[in-house]
């Protein structure tokens, strides 16, 4: 009998400590696969189509180019634009 006392605790110690733990551990593994195929299904979805991406690239390229040769002007003194207004007429 005494046995059986001593037994019941910790058989209630083993459930709080193990229980929440192969919960927790059951749980993560199915999510894992479960958001893992979510994603790969998800993943397969193109956000642009080639011929959208080289337009979009274009026009970033040209941004790019309109920022530098602002930021040429920018540092460049009236001197020299006047004389890169003559060289282009």
Known sequence: MTKKKAFTPLLYLASIVFLPWWISLSLNKSLESWVTNWWNTKQ??????????KSILEKFIELEELFFLDEMLKECP????QKLRMGIH
């Open 78 to 81: 009236e001197t020299h634009l």
């Open 44 to 53: 397969s979805e193109t956000f642009l189509n080639d011929i959208q991406e």
